[in-house]
């Protein structure tokens, strides 16, 4: 069982929702997210960041437009009540995903080894930073869900095919070409933060549950010797596999690899109700999970989530981060704005479709679920005296 259990949460957009008017609640009484996530048992922030997410114009592309400026602002006000800070690096302008690795704009014209300097450079200029604001990072990515690499086309690798459950046929030259080089431009960050001060260093995929895919990515890495402390999961139950799935490749990969194991991404719905009719989260969907779309059913799905990591053989299991659990349905705020949707090649409808997987309802009213930090850490607590009392 490890002692210091990771109970963080994702809220990168929480400055274009409070921009927006989007305001919390606890109890009726007005509060700032942070001292809700203090007061409710949280102890850690994740906050994206992006190299340049405005267009031509100048005009942001929103998903809350994580440049540093405004990632720095967020940690601040995370410290200030105490919690860590991870800082999650996608390396381009907009989002980072399995779907799209865009370079950023100004990187394009870069040969590989110019690439790979700029990668050094730039992580090391962004923890300059950080620790002259003195928020450092406890905690840091390198790449964000990096499943079918990052900085495309430069350390793009074979595509992951999710439901054939295994990555796609190529040539044994090209296949190792392509994670020499996605390995050289990872090895860039990782030293970068190295040389800046101690911090754990998370490499990231997706589909928690898909043993095969985190087995034959992470044998790469330990082909090259790639040094990093943390393997970081996303799990979203509606997609990515049951609880015994994720709860076998955790098991499996913390003791392949010698490693400490994260969910750094998840969430589930408390309603499938939509205010905007195009949520993601539908009551079909929740029928993958097997845990009923409400507030119950969000606090239980969370309950077994950490329950799952925490017994992860020799305490190696750290914990779970919650994506987006305060993005407010204000008017306005959008995951993307079109020239963000082309700069992407992700071209979709805009709004908010995660509103109801978040903590709040639609008003900004804190739900019952999120006690279930404390809950869980009440019953560890009861646990661990049982032990002792036995021993």
């Not at 409710?40 to 960041?49: A, H, Q, T």
């Not at 991870?86 to 080894?113: C, G, R, T, V």
């Not at 190529?170 to 431009?185: G, I, N, P, Q, Y």
């Amino acid at each position: 069982m490890n002692p210091t259990f990771i109970k963080g949460a994702d809220v990168s957009m929480l400055k274009e929702v409070e921009e927006l008017g989007g305001e919390f609640f606890l109890g009726n009484q007005k509060k700032d997210l942070f001292e809700i996530m203090q007061i409710k048992g949280l102890n850690v922030v994740r906050l994206r960041l992006w190299v340049n997410p405005y267009d031509e114009e100048g005009c942001p592309y929103m998903g809350g437009t994580n440049d540093l400026e405004t990632t720095i602002e967020l940690a601040r006000r995370a410290k200030e009540q105490g919690l860590q800070f991870m800082l999650n690096i996608h390396y381009s302008d907009f989002w980072a995903d399995p779907k799209k690795q865009s370079k950023p704009k100004s990187w394009q014209e870069l040969s590989f080894e110019q690439l790979e300097e700029k990668v050094y450079n730039y992580t090391k200029e962004v923890l300059d930073v950080c620790g002259a604001c003195d928020v450092m990072p406890e905690l840091i990515q390198i790449g964000n869900e990096t499943t079918n690499g990052m900085l495309w086309p430069d350390g793009r690798t074979p595509k992951y095919l999710f439901e054939q459950n295994k990555f796609e046929e190529t040539e044994a030259d090209e296949w190792k070409s392509s994670f020499d080089r996605l390995v050289s431009l990872l090895n860039a960050g990782i030293q970068a933060a190295r040389d800046s001060g101690p911090m754990k260093i998370i490499l990231h995929l997706d589909a928690g549950g898909a043993n095969v895919l985190y087995r034959t990515w992470f044998d790469e890495m330990a082909a090259r010797s790639v040094d990093y402390d943390i393997i970081g999961l996303s799990y979203y139950p509606i997609w990515h596999g049951s609880l015994e799935e994720l709860r076998f490749n955790l098991e499996d990969i913390s003791a392949r690899y010698d490693k400490e194991v994260l969910i750094i991404e998840t969430a589930y719905g408390h309603t499938a109700e939509s205010p905007t009719g195009a949520d993601i989260f539908t009551s079909e969907l929740a029928k993958n999970a097997g845990y009923p779309p409400t507030v119950e059913g969000q606090a239980q799905f969370l309950y077994d989530l950490m329950q799952t990591v925490d017994q992860v053989p020799g305490g190696k299991g750290l914990g779970i981060v919650y994506w987006e659990p305060a993005w407010l349905p204000v008017d306005g705020t959008t995951w993307a704005s079109p020239e963000g949707m082309k700069y992407g090649n992700d071209v979709a409808s805009m709004g908010n479709h995660w509103a109801n997987q978040a903590w709040f309802d639609f008003h900004g009213q804190a739900l019952d679920s999120i006690d279930v930090f404390h809950q869980f850490e009440s019953k560890k607590r009861g646990a661990s005296c049982e032990e002792v009392d036995k021993g």
